[in-house]
């Protein structure tokens, strides 16, 4: 069973940065593709990024140019860098397995506010 804890979350202005991180607490990470998803009050949860085993990338058009999604494998931890924050990027974001894989139980996320 794969537990993930996301980190990194908070309140920053529009424009601002935020690093999130996600630990995974598995035997091999290496062999996964992993995603970030968001959920915002009201929304259903939705992949905004997604990066395979060899670090192909993928992300939905409303945050591309902005998050950059990365990994590292020897520390079995996903990362993504968020630039250029907007408030409708406020969400709880989580992390999970790449889209295609089942995925394992869901992390409490780690909450995103941007706000002035």
């Known amino acids: 069973q794969v537990q993930l804890v996301e980190s990194g979350g908070g309140l920053v202005q529009p424009g601002g940065s935020l690093r999130l991180s996600c630990a995974a607490s598995?035997?091999?990470?290496?062999?996964?593709?992993m995603g970030w998803y968001r959920q915002a009050p009201g929304k259903q949860r939705e992949l905004v990024a997604s990066?395979?085993?060899?670090?192909?990338?993928n992300y939905v058009d409303s945050v591309k140019g902005r998050f950059t999604i990365s990994r590292d494998n020897a520390k079995k931890t996903v990362y993504l860098q968020m630039n250029n924050l907007k408030p409708e990027d406020t969400a709880v974001y989580y992390c999970?397995?790449?889209?295609?894989?089942?995925?394992?139980?869901w992390g409490r996320g780690t909450q995103v506010t941007v706000s002035s």
């Open positions: 990066i395979s085993n060899v670090g192909s990338t």
């Open positions: 999970n397995k790449g889209p295609g894989l089942p995925l394992s139980s």
């Open positions: 598995v035997t091999i990470f290496s062999i996964y593709a």
